[in-house]
Each structure stands twice: as structure tokens, then as C-alpha cells.
């Protein structure tokens, strides 16, 4: 299922401890029923309101890693009232800083989050934050960084893979399913294929915004194990994926091949419980570029073991003419897929 996706965020809200694991699960009983008309807005971009000094409209729009030039984590756009006019209503994202003070209400402690989905519209995420003062939304938000934009971003990832659902590779799924025993979902428009051994390489194939997923995988033994977020186990990474693409991706002369420049972020992959085979699988998000050539940009891969094996399910994207981190996050949308799809288990 789609909430398996979410990973653990943990948040203090009043003085209760709220673990919010595997997100989508939690949203669903916030979910107004009915009919709702089509949210508006682009993916990761959210309407906030109320916001004090900033404090919020740094939190979504801090600069992710993994990119070749800085990009927000959420295009912010700002409301001077309450974004409660209709037309901010149907808002996909929605981010509303409301003061105690102004409800009539005195309240100590830490601010009071309450997350809805699909209140007016369809996607939709609401998130209400109501704090006492700048202050303690201040000292709040310092001690739980990235609490709100996380949640968001695991709403856009989860909406994304939903929209995967109704328009995606089947042919491409079925190679992937056959060879490697996984289980995810493809673009519609990953046409072009390549095989290699133990290597598939799709790609949309486009000469804008060229956007591309491999699955790879290696045997597992004492020079190859199950990655962790070990500096040993990153370099072992390196050199297994510039092994793999140096065979498999070559440029267009001789000499020139795809390569690791470097590493930006390892972390567990978006599960919010559970272990692949005694460990989690980890999602590695880092630069890559061809030797002795100027071609290079971002990549997202995730490592998860089958015994006997290791598999790798990547996605690169090279898109020099523009901006990537929705390119980047729609090709992990399909990766994360895996582990919404079952992950190939059999």
C-alpha cells in the first residue's frame, strides 16, 4: 500500500509525543468524504498563511541535497490572509499558522499541529499549526526541523505514485518483474529500452529533460553486502554502481562513461516499519557525470536484497536546460513504487 511509504516523523504536539508513521494511513482518517473537485497548484508547491518572521517559509523552502544547483525543497507562495477565500481553497497544499491568541484560547507548551487531507479538494493537504507566539513557533520549529516540509513532501511522493497507478509501463513493469522479480511501477512515457546482464536501463528518451531508470543487481557475498549509511558501505556502493555504468553506459567515444561524482545524502529508503531481509533498503541520492565529457546530473538509488542478491533500482535524470527536482522526485516515485507494490516478493 501507498502508506508504506512514509517514513518515521516524529513531532511534539501540546504535550503528547505523536509518532506519525506511514503517513497516508493517519491522513485517511482525517479525510473528508465526498465529491471534491480537482486541487490546483503544481506538485511541491504549497500556499502558506499566518506565517511569523519567516520561520515557517524557511522550513518548506530550505534547499534540498542532491541536485547540481540549489532548488527549494517547496515552491512557497504566501497569503496575507487565511487562505480561506475559494480559490485558495482548492489549494493541493496548504500550510495555515494560526495564534492562540487570535481564537480567544491560552496554550502552553509546544505548538498543536492537526493534519486533513482532501477537506475542499482532491489531492489536498492541510496542515494547521496554532502556536502561543513567534517564539515558541520559533523554538518549535529549530528542534523539529523538517516536520512540516517532510510531510508534505511524503504527500506529493504518495499522490505521485497514486497517479502512477492509472497511467504506467506495463511492458516495461513485466521485464523488470520477469528478470529481477520486482514488482513497480514505470512512466507511461519510459519507451526505450536496453538490456544488459543482471541490467535493465529505460529511458523517456527525449532530447529535453531526459529521464532514465536502471535496475542492476549483484550477488551478495563477503565483498558485496547489503548497503548501510557506513562510509565503508558508501564507498562499496561507488564502486559497484561505476562498475555497472562503466559497462553498461558508455558514451559516445571510446573513454567516456558514466561515473559517481559524489555522494550527497544515505539514508533508509520511505518505509515507516519494517526490514528487507534483517536490514532496511537504503536510498543513496548523490551526482553523476561522463568522463571526459560535460554530461552530469542527478541520480536516486535504492539497494534492497533478494538473496542471493543485491538490487539497485536507480534513477538519473540529465536535464542541463532546466530545473530537476521534480524530474529527480517523479523517477523516486517510481523506485519507492517497489515497496508500495508488494517489492517482488514471492
Request: one cysteine or more; a positive charge; proline letters at 4%.
Amino acid at each position: 500500500m501507498t502508506s508504506r511509504l512514509i517514513s518515521t516523523i516524529v513531532g511534539t504536539c501540546g504535550n503528547v509525543l505523536v509518532t506519525v508513521v506511514m503517513l497516508c494511513a493517519i491522513l485517511s482518517a482525517c479525510t473528508t468524504a465526498g465529491n471534491k473537485p480537482a486541487s490546483s497548484n503544481r506538485p511541491y508547491q504549497v500556499l502558506l498563511s499566518g506565517d511569523m518572521g519567516n520561520i515557517m517559509f524557511d522550513e518548506l523552502s530550505d534547499t534540498i541535497s542532491g541536485l547540481p544547483q540549489p532548488e527549494p525543497a517547496l515552491d512557497v507562495i504566501t497569503a496575507r490572509d487565511s487562505a480561506d477565500n475559494e480559490w485558495q481553497k482548492l489549494t493541493r497544499a496548504i500550510v495555515r499558522v494560526e495564534t492562540t491568541a487570535e481564537k480567544g484560547e491560552k496554550r502552553s507548551g509546544n505548538p498543536q499541529i492537526t493534519v486533513s487531507r482532501d477537506v475542499y479538494a482532491k489531492p489536498q493537504l492541510i496542515i494547521t499549526v496554532r502556536t502561543a507566539s513567534e517564539a515558541q513557533l520559533r523554538n518549535f520549529m529549530s528542534s523539529h526541523r523538517g516536520i512540516i516540509r517532510k510531510t508534505i513532501e511524503a504527500f506529493e511522493m504518495a499522490t505521485a505514485i497514486k497517479v502512477l497507478r492509472t497511467e504506467h509501463n506495463e511492458k516495461a513493469e513485466n521485464m523488470i518483474r520477469s528478470e529481477f522479480g520486482i514488482r513497480m511501477l514505470i512512466p507511461a512515457d519510459m519507451l526505450a529500452s536496453k538490456r544488459g546482464k543482471d541490467f535493465l536501463w529505460l529511458s523517456n528518451n527525449t532530447n529535453e529533460g531526459l529521464q532514465n531508470i536502471c535496475v542492476y543487481r549483484i550477488r551478495e557475498n563477503d565483498r558485496n553486502s547489503m548497503p548501510t549509511a557506513s562510509q565503508q558501505a558508501e564507498n562499496q556502493f561507488i564502486r559497484v554502481r561505476d562498475s555497472v555504468m562503466r559497462r553498461n553506459i558508455p558514451g559516445e567515444r571510446d573513454g567516456m562513461f558514466m561515473e559517481t561524482a559524489t555522494i550527497r545524502s544515505v539514508e533508509p529508503a520511505g518505509l515507516g516499519n519494517g526490514k528487507d531481509g534483517g536490514r532496511r533498503p537504503m536510498m543513496y541520492r548523490g551526482l553523476w557525470d561522463m568522463r571526459n565529457d560535460i554530461m552530469g546530473g542527478p541520480f536516486v538509488t535504492m539497494a534492497i536484497r533478494r538473496s542471493p542478491y543485491i538490487i539497485y533500482i536507480e534513477g538519473f535524470v540529465y536535464a542541463p536546460e532546466a530545473k530537476k527536482r521534480n524530474k529527480i522526485r517523479r523517477l523516486e516515485a517510481s523506485i519507492l513504487s517497489a515497496l508500495a507494490e508488494g517489492d517482488g516478493k514471492k
